[in-house]
C-alpha cells in the first residue's frame, strides 16, 4: 500500500504543477479531495492492510491528505485574488458620505458671545461647578429663606446644605471680585444646574455667561448700551430689544433682557408663552452688600453685571423649538450645524 500511496503522491504533485486556472483546480478538488475521491479510496483501503502495515499507512495518507489540500488552498487564493470580478471597480457605487465633526450648537454660541465680549474689552475668567453656599446665596445677598435655598430648586451634595451645584454663574463675581483690584471687566461662562422639570424651554442642566465690569461711577447707562452693543452684534441690528425691571438680590436695580420670539416675530406663540418676547439675560447694577463681601468699598466703586443663558439664545439661533434637542446627541441634529 506504501507504494500506491507513492504513486498517487507523484500524480498529485504532477497535476498539481500543470493547473493553470481555477476550473482545472476544481477538477483536482474532484477527482483526489471529495469523499469520493482518490485519496479517500485510499483511506477506505486502509481496513484490509495487515495490521503491521497500518501505522505507517495512515501516516503516509494523512501527510499526502495534508499536502494535497494545502497546495489546493494556496492556489485557490492565488486564482481568486487575482480574478477578473474581484479587481474591477465599479464605478456605479454610490460614494460614502463622510462627516467631519462639528462644533456642538451650544458651544459654537458660547464661543461666539465670547469673542464679542472680548472684543468689548472683557477678560475671560471661570469657577469651580461645586460652590459652597456662602458664594452661591450669602455673598449675593440671598435672605436665609429665599426660595432658591430649597431642596427642590438647588442641587445639594451634602445634607448640611454647604456643598451645592451652583445654580447660576454668580457665584464667579465674589470670586473675581475677591481675587482682582477694580477697575474689573471680565465675562464668566460655565454650566449651571437646577433642579428643575424637564420640558421644551428648560432643562436641569444648561450654561450661563455672567458678565461683570466694576470701577468709579459705572452708570445704568453704561449696562444698557454695553448690552445693546452686544445683542445687535450677536442677533444683527434688525432684532428688537427691551429691559423690563426686575428682581434679583444682587443687583439694585434689576432688569431682564427680552428679545423678539424668534418664532412667532413678536404675534405670540408657545415658545413665547404668547407675549411674543423671549428672555434673554438678567442684568443690574451691583448691590453695595454684594461689593462689601467682594471685598470692594460701595462708596468709592460701582458697577453692573449680567447673566445670559446659552441654551436659550443657541435655540434663538438655530431654529430648533426644543431645548431638549440640545442634549439628546442625536447626530442628525447635530450635524445641521
Ligand atoms: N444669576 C441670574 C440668573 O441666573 C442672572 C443675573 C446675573 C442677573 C447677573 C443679574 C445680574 O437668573
Known amino acids: 500500500m506504501v507504494e500506491q500511496i507513492k504513486k498517487l503522491e507523484t500524480e498529485i504533485r504532477t497535476t498539481l504543477g500543470n493547473i493553470k486556472d481555477a476550473v482545472e483546480l476544481d477538477l483536482f478538488r474532484l477527482k483526489y479531495l471529495v469523499k469520493k475521491g482518490s485519496i479517500a479510496a485510499l483511506f477506505e483501503q486502509m481496513k484490509d492492510a495487515p495490521p503491521s502495515e497500518k501505522p505507517i499507512v495512515g501516516r503516509e495518507l494523512n501527510l499526502l491528505r495534508h499536502i494535497a489540500e494545502s497546495e489546493y488552498k494556496e492556489l485557490k487564493e492565488k486564482f481568486n485574488s487575482s480574478s477578473p470580478a474581484k479587481k474591477q471597480i465599479d464605478l456605479t457605487l454610490p460614494g460614502r458620505t463622510h462627516f467631519t465633526g462639528t462644533f456642538h450648537p451650544t458651544l459654537r454660541t458660547m464661543d461666539e458671545m465670547i469673542d ?7 477678560g475671560v475668567a471661570e469657577g469651580p461647578d461645586i460652590e459652597d453656599g456662602y458664594h452661591n446665596f450669602d455673598a449675593l445677598n440671598f435672605p436665609p429663606d429665599h426660595p432658591a435655598r430649597d431642596m427642590q430648586d438647588t442641587f445639594f ?10 445654580t447660576h454663574t454668580s457665584p464667579v463675581q ?8 477694580p477697575p474689573i471687566r471680565c465675562i464668566m461662562p460655565g454650566r ?29 447707562a453704561e449696562l444698557k448700551g454695553t448690552l445693546m452693543v452686544f445683542a445687535k452684534k450677536m442677533y444683527g441690528e434688525n432684532s428688537s430689544f427691551r429691559f423690563r425691571p426686575s428682581f434679583f438680590p444682587f443687583t439694585e436695580p434689576s432688569a431682564e433682557l427680552d428679545i423678539t420670539c424668534y418664532l412667532c416675530h413678536g404675534a405670540g406663540c408657545r415658545i413665547c408663552k ?9 442684568c443690574g447694577m451691583v448691590h453695595p452688600n454684594v461689593l462689601r463681601a467682594g471685598g470692594i468699598d460701595p462708596e468709592v466703586y460701582s458697577g453692573y ?12 439661533r438655530t431654529g430648533i423649538d426644543d431645548i431638549r434637542l440640545l442634549y439628546d446627541n442625536d447626530v442628525r441634529v447635530l450635524r445641521q450645524f
Not at 116 to 122: K, Q, R, S, Y
Not at 274 to 282: Q, T, V, Y
Open 192 to 220: 449651571v444646574y437646577r433642579n428643575e422639570a424637564i420640558n421644551a424651554r428648560s432643562l436641569a442642566e444648561f450654561h450661563q455667561i455672567e458678565g461683570l465690569y466694576i470701577n468709579k461711577k459705572v452708570s445704568l
Open 174 to 181: 465674589i470670586r473675581v471680585m475677591q481675587n482682582q483690584k
Open 305 to 316: 453685571a449680567f447673566g445670559f443663558g446659552i441654551e436659550r439664545v443657541t435655540l434663538l
Open 157 to 166: 451634595i451634602k445634607s448640611d446644605k454647604d456643598l451645592l451645584l451652583r
Open 274 to 282: 404668547h407675549s411674543g418676547w423671549l428672555e434673554i439675560a438678567g
Open 116 to 122: 464679542i465680549f472680548t472684543e468689548l474689552g472683557f
